[in-house]
């Protein structure tokens, strides 16, 4: 089974290669500026536009990830990924990719409006990380996010 680090760089490197625009957010980037915490997944914003979340869902079904969760069923409940669409993801929000018979690393997609994700990108950063690049928000930014999100400890 590959590392965390080989899954990241996966997914990384194939969203770059498709050309889908995309921020990584949360705890990695936290990590790359030098804070000491765990993490268990990525988290990956990218526009909610419908054909950009179709692709990045595409990249992810291609990579392994045949699952689902925050559903609107209960959390334990598992969703097939063949079942989920562009605008599932911006109804949720957030979907959380996962391959539990592989034991992937999950892939948190957020789905953030055109404007502030493109404000997103305006104040981000690009962070060569092993064999690929990692398009980041600016540590400042990222300190805002994690204390809007009342997580001011990261």
Excluded: W
């Excluded at 990695?28 to 268990?40: D, F, H, K, M, S």
């Excluded at 992937?104 to 104040?123: H, N, T």
């Amino acid at each position: 089974m590959p590392s965390e680090e080989d899954q990241i760089v996966s997914v990384l490197a194939e969203l770059n290669k498709e050309g889908i625009p995309h921020i990584v957010i949360g705890g990695v980037p936290a990590i790359l500026y030098g804070v000491e915490r765990p993490t268990y997944d990525i988290d990956i914003a990218v526009s909610e536009d419908l054909k950009v979340l179709a692709r990045t869902i595409g990249v992810l079904k291609r990579l392994g990830y045949k699952s689902i969760h925050r559903c609107p069923f209960p959390h334990e409940f598992i969703m097939p990924v063949d079942f989920i669409t562009a605008q599932f993801v911006v109804d949720k929000g957030c979907v959380e990719f996962r391959n539990e018979d592989l034991e992937l690393f999950p892939v948190d997609i957020l789905a953030v409006g055109e404007d502030s994700f493109q404000d997103m990108l305006k104040d981000s950063v690009e962070i060569p990380y092993k064999d690929t690049i990692m398009l980041c928000p600016r540590i400042q930014k990222l300190i805002e996010m994690k204390e809007a999100l009342g997580r001011p400890e990261d």
